[in-house]
């Protein structure tokens, strides 16, 4: 059997907006004047899946959610017409309509979190949607998101979907981005990393002063029992409460995994020794842990270059490469580092750069970008196949693109009732071409 590790990406949405509706997350907040390029982002991101999928990789990609959410609307007590309920939002509560238009769901990262068949009793890949409670215009997506997961890993005989944890703060949960797999082989049994930030029942385990630890232990603790993983194939590691404070709001702001690689910031973790050595313990194979020091690259750096939020994927040739936004290419100190890791001697060969600037003004990297989902062949066959970026497939969204998107959206566009006939006639026509049913609430 083979095994895979995929990357679905999230197919940026039509809203695609910049709204500073992230508190602690440094590019959200100070980008939130910015008219946004809606159509330059789709474009984007579709360019980074097919040259992943161009270099021999399983490469997915995930639909956008229905936006403005007009449901979320209308159960505050906005009602009337689609029309009417776009206006008198716009008029008495103009940051509520903007959480309602934003298209965060385009990070993936934080769609779910999935353990893959090898690591589960059942033999199953799990997928846990994220409740993702700490931001309100993020909160409304894990219905939706479930949905599409549904959808897209459609067969229940490989894939087992369960509900998001419960909406509330003591089950923050905001998925992948908090969740990496180390292994051997993508089809051994490996070992996941939950890192959270804030221990939410215990009031004197140390936690960020200044912004919110969005992931919770118990949250993280929950997902390892739904996904049926065993003591000795978990470690949860508390994220540094400090870079948290200096606006390293999910884990893969700050730290990176594949297989064997471990590519971290000095100051990611709290106990970090002592979390190597269980790690060591738990995964026997030769591990590389790659640790930069603040020397080198201070937390500002990697927080604006997004050094962490780099994906390390392993190349058909056994081979591993990261992934990198160009911004890391921009920056001085970064950049030095990344020539410098390709000659330490790991098993990362190269560094390719992608320009995701779209997305990294709101805080979302090339690794935001993306769930992994480790699979055998026999669960990817299982994948509705019209997910999977081909040539066909990148041509049908590219065309789908420059027909539904706009090239320049600001906050106050969100309050054109005419972008909701836009989304839905775009959305519609996509759940044709990917071939998902039903999964929009207006088609139901
Ligand atoms: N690190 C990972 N995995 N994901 C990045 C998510 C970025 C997202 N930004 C936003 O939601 C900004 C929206 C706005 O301000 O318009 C967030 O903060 O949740």
Not at 6 to 33: C, E, I, K, Q, R
Not at 68 to 87: E, H, K, M, W
Not at 125 to 139: E, M
Not at 397 to 422: F, G, M, S
Request: with cysteine; glycine share 6%; hydrophobic share 40%.
């Amino acid at each position: 059997m083979k095994h895979f590790e995929a990357n679905f990406d999230g197919l940026v949405g039509p809203t695609h907006n910049y709204a500073g509706l992230s508190f602690g997350n440094v590019a959200s907040l100070s980008n939130a004047a910015l008219a946004s390029n809606p159509k330059a982002a789709a474009k984007q991101g579709l360019q980074k899946a097919k040259a992943l999928a161009d270099m021999g990789m399983v490469q997915g990609m995930l639909a956008p959610q229905e936006r403005p959410d007009l449901y979320t609307l209308r159960r505050i007590g906005f009602s009337g017409s689609d029309a009417n309920v776009i206006q008198q939002a716009a008029k008495e509560a103009p940051m509520l309509l903007n959480a309602c238009c934003s298209a965060s769901s385009m990070w993936t990262a934080n769609a779910a979190t999935v353990s893959p068949s090898a690591d589960t009793r059942d033999g199953k890949l799990h997928f846990t949607p994220a409740n993702l409670v700490d931001k309100l215009h993020r909160s409304i997506e894990p219905l939706t998101t479930g949905r599409i997961l549904t959808a897209t890993f459609n067969d229940p005989h490989y894939f087992h979907h369960h509900s998001h944890l419960p909406e509330h703060n003591s089950f923050g949960d905001e998925g992948a981005a908090n969740h990496t797999r180390l292994c051997k082989e993508y089809g051994h049994a490996g070992v996941e990393l939950f890192v959270y930030g804030q221990e939410a029942t215990n009031p004197s385990a140390p936690k960020p002063q200044k912004y919110p630890a969005r992931q919770t232990l118990e949250a993280s603790m929950a997902v390892a029992r739904l996904h049926q993983l065993e003591e000795d194939n978990c470690v949860f590691i508390q994220q540094n409460p400090d870079v948290i404070d200096q606006g390293v709001f999910h884990n893969d702001v700050i730290a990176v995994g594949n297989q064997n690689v471990l590519f971290y910031h000095e100051q990611a973790f709290l106990n970090t020794q002592h979390k190597i050595d269980e790690i060591k313990r738990k995964l026997d194979t030769e591990l590389y842990f790659i640790e930069v020091p603040t020397a080198k690259v201070s937390i500002n750096d990697a927080v604006k270059s997004y050094l962490f939020n780099t994906q390390i994927i392993t190349l058909p040739s056994g081979e591993m490469v990261i992934v990198a936004p160009t911004d890391c290419q921009e920056n001085p100190a970064v950049f030095a580092y990344l020539n410098e890791l390709l000659t330490l001697n790991t098993p990362i060969k190269q560094v390719l750069y992608f320009d995701v600037k779209q997305s990294m003004q709101n805080g979302g990297g090339p690794a935001c970008l993306r769930l992994r989902v480790a699979m055998n062949d026999m669960e990817v066959a299982a994948v509705n196949q019209h997910t999977l970026m081909n040539e066909g497939l990148f041509g049908r969204l590219n065309t789908w693109v420059d027909k539904h998107y706009r090239d320049r959206l600001t906050t106050a566009d969100l309050a054109d009732p005419q972008l909701i006939n836009e989304s839905r006639t775009a959305l519609d026509e996509l759940t044709q071409i990917m071939k998902l049913g039903s999964v929009y609430l207006f088609q139901r």
